[in-house]
């Protein structure tokens, strides 16, 4: 039987997030749907990450198993011609043994801000829109305090699959200012937050960047942020910031690096 792995972007503010829902449009559904009809047989999908509604991905990764007469590689033009709001952006055979979550070693999400764009409607579903301009050089003070192992409960929204523990290894950190440009060609300006790690808690990046985002306006201090991981108290960490400005940007296999 072989054992596929496609990588897949989508815009997250088109679905009722990833895990397959009766009477909902989810990510999963979608493709297990259009993959049937390109492979010939059910395709049941393994994703990487169970993305909320309204979180978007540029490289979420899923896995499926079967027999099929289509070529593995052409697969992702096939199913694309089909598909709206997702695209698989390559489809790879792996041994039989691999999975899209359990083999998975780490995560990169990037979190996106935009400062006052003059026109909002492309941008609202898809971005944390701010008012004014965060000091960034707090933002990175305080993004470099949560970077290592620590029990990172402070940022646990409540609601999710409960975990074993709680204790997350931040990899690497980044904060950039960037021109983007929105769906209509409108240029804004962005504070982009990326973080890797080798897993992460329900909302557990959301709340991060929303305690940046006070970080950002002084409402909580940089130096603030280590007691703030120490209580494990998530009444001290700031709100959780809306979904639209998340994106799974990267998912990776074997040993972290």
């Given at each position: ?5 496609l ?9 009722h997030?990833w895990?397959?829902q ?5 990510v999963?559904?979608?493709l297990?749907?259009?993959?049937e009809?390109?492979c010939?047989?059910p ?10 509604a309204?979180?978007h ?6 896995t499926?198993?079967?027999e099929f007469?289509i070529?593995v590689?052409?697969i ?5 011609n089909?598909l ?8 790879e055979?792996?041994p039989e ?10 995560k990169t999400y990037?979190?996106r801000?935009?400062i006052?764009?003059?026109i ?5 579903d898809?971005?944390y ?8 050089d ?10 290592g192992?620590?029990d990172f409960a402070?940022f646990?929204?409540a ?10 290894t931040?990899?690497e950190?980044?904060?950039?200012e960037r021109?983007r440009t929105?769906?209509a ?7 982009e937050?990326?973080v ?8 557990m ?11 950002g ?10 007691k ?5 108290d ?8 809306p979904?639209?400005?998340l ?5 990776y ?5």
């Open positions: 039987m072989t054992n596929i792995l990588k897949i972007a989508y815009d997250g503010s088109k679905f997030g895990q397959r009766p009477g909902q449009r989810t999963q559904g979608e297990e749907e259009v993959l009809k390109v010939g047989v395709a049941a999908l393994e994703g990487s990450s169970r993305t909320d309204g979180v991905a540029l490289g979420q990764c899923a499926f198993r079967g007469g070529p590689k052409k992702p033009l096939a199913a694309n089909l709206k709001d997702a695209e698989i952006l390559s489809a055979e792996k043994d691999f999975h899209a979550r359990f083999s998975a070693g780490g990037l979190y801000f935009a006052k764009p003059k909002t409607v492309f941008l609202r898809h971005v829109l701010l008012a004014k301009r965060p000091n960034v707090n933002m990175l003070e305080a993004v470099k305090y949560m970077e192992t620590h402070c646990q929204a609601g999710g699959t409960p975990r074993e523990t709680t204790v997350r931040i990899l950190t980044s904060i950039e021109v929105d769906s060609g409108n240029e804004y300006e962005a504070v937050v990326s890797k790690g080798d897993g992460f808690l329900y909302n990046v959301r709340i991060i960047a929303g305690t940046l985002a006070d970080v306006f002084s409402k909580i201090m940089p130096e603030e942020i280590k703030i991981i120490a209580s494990k998530r009444s001290l960490a700031g709100p959780t910031a979904p639209g400005g994106y799974l940007k990267e998912v296999f074997g040993k972290r690096t």
